[in-house]
């Protein structure tokens, strides 16, 4: 990120993200020094699939910065494999802050930042409502048109998928027992956290 942020700004009018960020996830992001050892053993970020080290998600938090935050690629591609937390020396569950980020940037709508996860998010709980667990196929065709608005986009590079698909994945929706309870659970959830 290049542009110029005015920090005077950001803490008078988001002081409060860090509490906030404790709200949803219940971890600190005060403990942070900015010591790195998180974004150095970070492989997404060491492929460049971040645009913000982790580091810098936690520094953009304690400074209130949080159009920016949650318009970052970062919150969307990091994969909560944890591997940050357990170098971490003041012990920050990183990717439950990420996690924290998504369920704020979602709620406001905001899915600049990686749009195809935040898609892909949107199908798959669907899939788990309407299923009780996740239907592959109608999963990959959904995500499809969705994101390219056919699902013969990746054709010619995925073929060994499609055959996949048409051979090996179940054809119809699975049938689950108590699939309504399912539903209810995830609309009770949904109930809690205000997104209904
Ligand atoms: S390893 Fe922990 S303390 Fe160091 S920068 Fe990352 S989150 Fe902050
Ligand atoms: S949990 Fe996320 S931020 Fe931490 S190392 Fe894994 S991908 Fe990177």
Redesign the pocket.
């Known amino acids: 990120m290049s542009s110029i942020v005015n920090l005077s700004v950001q803490q008078r009018e988001h002081g409060d993200l860090i509490d906030r960020v404790f709200a949803e996830c219940g971890v600190d992001v005060r403990r942070?020094?900015?010591?790195?050892?998180?974004?150095a053993g970070c492989s997404v970020h060491i492929c460049n699939g971040m645009d913000v080290s982790?580091?810098r998600v936690?520094r953009m938090i304690q400074l209130g910065m949080e159009e920016e935050v949650l318009n970052t690629k970062s919150i969307w591609a990091c994969v909560l494999c944890s591997t940050?937390t357990a170098?971490?020396?003041?012990d920050?569950d990183?990717p439950r802050v990420m996690d924290a980020l998504r369920i704020m940037a979602k709620k406001r709508g905001i899915t600049k930042g990686f749009y195809n996860a935040s898609v892909f998010h949107d199908i798959f709980m669907n899939s788990i409502i309407r299923h009780g667990r996740v239907y592959e196929a109608g999963l990959l065709v959904s995500l499809k048109l969705k994101q390219s608005g056919t699902m013969f986009a990746d054709l010619p590079i995925g073929i060994p998928a499609i055959i996949n698909v048409a051979f090996r994945l179940p054809k119809l929706p699975p049938k689950m027992k108590n699939q309504d309870q399912i539903r209810k659970v995830v609309e009770n959830c949904m109930r809690i956290e205000g997104e209904n």
């Not at 170098?87 to 003041?90: L, T, Y």
Request: aromatic residues 6%.
């Open positions: 942070c020094y900015q010591c790195g050892k998180c974004s982790p580091n936690m940050c170098r971490c020396p003041r920050i990183v």
